[in-house]
């Protein structure tokens, strides 16, 4: 299976922040990248696809990059909706795997 | 947009088979760009994707589950369903189901995503 590690694990900012979370795949991933944004009793949301492409409806404050086995997502001006865990998958190979999650806290 | 709606028993017993169905509303369940997909969340822990369904009636599973996994779907009915035997208390988690949406990307890649989800039900073992 394909390994996805996020770092930091956790992480705090303030409102208006700017944070950036990377990921890295075990292997060459391509751009079959994916971001999710997750808050507890609620849906998960797609964020980012293929790496870079924002989903729509999805705020222009989030943005993907990378490609092969590194990857970030940046959020801009945090505002108080975007305090969650957010995940990376890969898409690239079944099984799909997710990233343990980051927890974004104020 | 979709809507999906998980439903299912609220416990099931260690040994038994764990049932659950999602329902999809919206008119992409025929659309050959989507997959029917099943995910789970441990206490504390992260995702894991457990298979997905074509309205075909393909599935394909994650391999560390397949011996005991069954996903069909009833295109009548606009929902596809999930069976888990032999479950043990390392199966209790918040069982999601969610669209997988085949995006083509500048008509060279295809590259799939989980676009929409349920709100997700508790299943204890």
């Known amino acids: 299976d394909i390994q996805m590690t996020q770092s930091p694990s956790s992480l705090s900012a303030s409102m208006g922040d700017r944070v950036t979370i990377t990921c890295r795949a075990s292997q060459n991933i391509g751009i079959y990248l994916n971001w999710y944004h997750h808050k507890p009793g609620k849906a998960p949301n797609l964020l980012i696809f293929a790496a870079s492409s924002l989903q729509s409806g999805v705020s222009s404050r989030f943005t993907g990059s990378g490609s092969g086995t590194d990857f970030t997502l940046t959020i801009t001006s945090l505002q108080p909706e975007d305090f969650a865990t957010y995940y990376c998958?890969?898409?690239?190979?079944?099984?799909?795997?997710f990233g343990q999650g980051t927890k974004l806290e104020i | 947009q979709l809507q999906l709606l998980e439903s299912g028993p609220g416990l099931v017993k260690p040994s038994e088979t764990l049932s659950l169905t999602c329902t999809v509303s919206g008119d992409s369940f025929s659309n050959d760009n989507y997959y029917w997909a099943w995910i789970r969340q441990p206490p504390g822990k992260g995702l894991e994707w457990i298979g997905s369904?074509?309205?075909?009636?393909?599935?394909y599973y994650n391999p560390s589950l397949k011996s005991r996994l069954t996903i069909s779907i009833d295109t009548s009915k606009n929902h596809f369903s999930l069976s888990l035997n032999s479950v043990t208390a390392a199966d209790t988690a918040v069982y999601y189901c969610a669209s997988q949406r085949r995006i083509s990307i500048f008509g060279l890649l295809i590259v799939p995503a989980f676009d929409y989800w349920g709100q997700g039900t508790l299943v204890p073992v």
């Open positions: 369904i074509n309205y075909s009636g393909s599935p």
């Open positions: 998958q890969q898409t690239h190979t079944t099984p799909y795997t």
